[in-house]
């Protein structure tokens, strides 16, 4: 039988001998990724896959502390089927609050269909590229998540992070190299990405997220 303890991140869980990671379900009995679960003191816990989740890499691959609380409000861009989203909901607890974003009308319709077991997630079909659409939308965040992969994905973080992101909140950044420049070595796009947001933010975490995730790296930064 799987025997579960507190992770250092909070509202994680680890395996007391493994390396699984979970959370705790906010919607028990509901598996909309087919994720596995684990059942402990009549509480359910989803295991969060890195190689499905930068963030789960992330976590995995040794980071202490991605900022993430229980009831903050997040902004999350590139919000998609709504896999690591869901965990994120799962963190922040039916108090916390997640605007979920993405420009795909194909992957936020099953974003919506998750929102139905998720309150604390709200969908919206926006693009990431232009906040001023959505400023009047969205208050001020604890945390600005980003999976994006456009070839200025730092200039969007950087942009919704001035506008969004509270003073002392912080920012976590899925910096995607091929995204940015396929002909540069990986490490050389996460050093330049890495000098942008220096600039204006104190970066506090830096994971490149291989063998889980390839060509990515995590950047976490606070305001």
């Not at 990671?21 to 509901?30: A, E, R």
């Not at 009047?136 to 604890?142: T, Y």
């Not at 910096?175 to 050389?188: F, G, L, Q, T």
């Not at 000098?195 to 490149?208: C, K, N, P």
């Amino acid at each position: 039988m799987t025997k579960l303890s507190p992770h250092k991140i909070f509202e994680v869980y680890q395996e007391v001998k493994g390396d699984r990671i979970y959370t705790k379900s906010l919607v028990p009995g509901k598996t909309p990724f087919d994720e596995r679960t684990v059942k402990e003191a009549d509480e359910e816990y989803r295991e969060f896959d890195p190689t499905r989740s930068k963030l789960a890499a992330t976590i995995r691959k040794g980071c202490t502390n991605i900022g993430i609380r229980k009831n903050d409000v997040i902004l999350y861009l590139g919000a998609s089927h709504g896999y690591t989203c869901s965990f994120v909901s799962d963190m922040v607890g039916k108090d916390g609050l997640i605007f979920g974003i993405d420009p795909a009308p194909r992957v936020m319709r099953d974003l919506v269909f998750l929102t139905e077991d998720r309150p604390n997630i709200v969908p919206m079909l926006v693009d990431a590229n232009h906040p001023d659409t959505y400023i009047d939308k969205v208050c001020m965040a604890d945390i600005v998540y980003q999976d994006v992969a456009q070839r200025n994905q730092a200039d969007i973080f950087l942009r919704n992070c001035k506008l969004f992101l509270k003073k002392g909140g912080y920012g976590l950044l899925a910096v995607k190299a091929r995204s940015i420049d396929v002909k540069k070595k990986p490490s050389v796009v996460f050093q330049e990405v890495r000098r942008m947001l220096e600039a204006q933010m104190t970066v506090i975490d830096f994971r490149i997220l291989g063998p889980f995730e390839k060509d990515h790296c995590m950047i976490i930064v606070k305001k």
